[in-house]
């Protein structure tokens, strides 16, 4: 989900991977949309997020394992499972969970070195080998990508990380455009990644043609890997923008706007997608959605 115009990755907070998790569970929570006989795999993962929210870790990791004993994890759900293990004090597990994230396409060397659920396994000998093994996997994944996009995005990011001077990050977003289009006019995207960190460079324009060149970047990406769900919540963020940028209600959800001093989810056209549709998407449902809008405006319905 995004904060209005500036919708970011990683929010500016002393601790930012734990906000990047939260939102991650309350986007997965939007899988569990109807009541089930029996817990599916998402139902299970949507109530190990909300146990890691209340602190309640062993009991976030267990029920973790109970999804990975339904279906194989992705590589976000078994590194939060990770981080819920660490935290409850239980090595073996966390170090298990670690392994098989790596082993699911987990690559992410930054976050694993800095995330301070962690910090409780520096000591243990089988850290320096978990961090090595992520770093190759890394490392590997870079040589099937464009490096210097990749680049421009964690730039992006970056400077949406904290209250910054917004006057020179909206130059410093046009000429990381710039390059971005000539790199499409060259054909230098190939991989859904590539096509992903476009879109969110894109995203970050102030037109209605920026935000429908992101939505169109996003497709692509889903086009290339159906599965691939950061791609599908960008795609439905570009589009709820593009839809605000040419007069039209958002439809997905994804835009929290400032307006009149306070913050707001309006205009949205809440009939036009489904819950189970958003979920799709990698959008929490409506009533989450709601929550937020009030939890932004330091309220609780």
Same mark, same amino acid.
């Given at each position: 989900?995004?904060?209005?115009?500036?919708?970011?990755?990683?929010? /500016?907070?002393?601790? #930012?991977?734990?906000?990047?998790?939260?939102?991650?569970?309350?986007?997965?929570?939007?899988?569990?949309?109807?009541?089930?006989?029996?817990?599916?795999?998402?139902?299970? &993962?949507?109530?190990?997020?909300?146990?890691?929210?209340?602190?309640? +870790? !062993?009991?976030?990791? &267990?029920? $973790?394992?109970?999804? $990975?004993?339904?279906?194989? /994890?992705?590589? %976000?759900?078994?590194?939060?499972?990770?981080?819920?293990?660490?935290?409850?004090?239980?090595?073996?597990?966390?170090?298990?969970? @670690?392994?098989?994230?790596?082993?699911?396409?987990?690559?992410? =060397?930054?976050?694993?070195?800095?995330?301070?659920?962690?910090?409780?396994?520096?000591?243990?000998?089988?850290?320096?080998?978990?961090?090595?093994?992520?770093?190759?996997? *890394?490392?590997?994944? @870079?040589? =099937?990508?464009?490096?210097? @996009?990749?680049?421009?995005?964690?730039?992006?990011?970056?400077?949406?990380?904290?209250?910054?001077?917004?006057?020179? &990050?909206? !130059?410093?977003?046009?000429?990381?455009?710039?390059?971005?289009?000539?790199?499409?006019?060259?054909?230098?995207?190939?991989?859904?990644?590539?096509?992903?960190?476009?879109?969110?460079?894109?995203?970050?324009?102030?037109? =209605? %043609?920026?935000?429908? %060149?992101?939505?169109?970047?996003?497709?692509?990406?889903? !086009?290339?890997?159906?599965?691939?769900?950061?791609?599908?919540?960008?795609?439905?963020?570009?589009?709820?923008?593009?839809?605000?940028? &040419?007069?039209? #209600?958002?439809?997905?959800?994804?835009? @929290?706007?400032?307006?009149?001093?306070?913050?707001?989810?309006?205009? +949205?056209?809440?009939?036009?997608?489904?819950?189970?549709?958003?979920?799709?998407?990698?959008?929490? #449902?409506?009533?989450?959605?709601? !929550?937020? *809008?009030?939890?932004?405006? /330091?309220? %609780?319905?």
């Amino acid at each position: 989900m995004t904060r209005g115009r500036r919708d970011v990755l990683l929010w /500016g907070v002393r601790n #930012p991977w734990r906000i990047m998790r939260f939102l991650a569970f309350l986007l997965l929570s939007a899988l569990v949309t109807v009541p089930a006989l029996a817990e599916t795999y998402d139902d299970l &993962i949507a109530k190990a997020g909300a146990l890691y929210q209340e602190g309640q +870790y !062993e009991e976030s990791g &267990i029920q $973790f394992e109970l999804a $990975f004993a339904l279906e194989d /994890g992705r590589p %976000t759900h078994y590194y939060n499972a990770a981080c819920a293990w660490s935290l409850a004090g239980n090595a073996e597990s966390a170090f298990a969970m @670690l392994e098989q994230a790596i082993d699911a396409g987990f690559r992410n =060397s930054e976050l694993l070195m800095a995330d301070a659920d962690l910090t409780a396994l520096y000591d243990d000998p089988r850290w320096n080998t978990v961090v090595a093994r992520c770093q190759a996997a *890394e490392a590997l994944w @870079l040589t =099937s990508i464009n490096v210097e @996009l990749y680049r421009l995005f964690q730039s992006d990011q970056g400077d949406r990380s904290g209250d910054g001077d917004w006057e020179n &990050i909206e !130059e410093r977003d046009r000429q990381r455009r710039k390059i971005v289009a000539k790199m499409i006019q060259e054909d230098k995207l190939h991989a859904p990644d590539d096509f992903v960190h476009a879109a969110f460079i894109f995203q970050h324009g102030a037109d =209605s %043609t920026s935000y429908r %060149t992101a939505h169109e970047l996003a497709m692509k990406a889903v !086009e290339m890997d159906s599965t691939y769900m950061r791609a599908r919540w960008i795609a439905a963020a570009s589009k709820d923008r593009y839809l605000q940028s &040419i007069g039209k #209600p958002q439809i997905f959800g994804t835009q @929290l706007l400032m307006r009149d001093g306070r913050w707001t989810l309006e205009p +949205y056209d809440t009939t036009a997608v489904t819950d189970a549709e958003r979920a799709r998407w990698g959008v929490p #449902p409506l009533a989450h959605q709601r !929550e937020w *809008e009030a939890g932004a405006n /330091g309220r %609780t319905e």
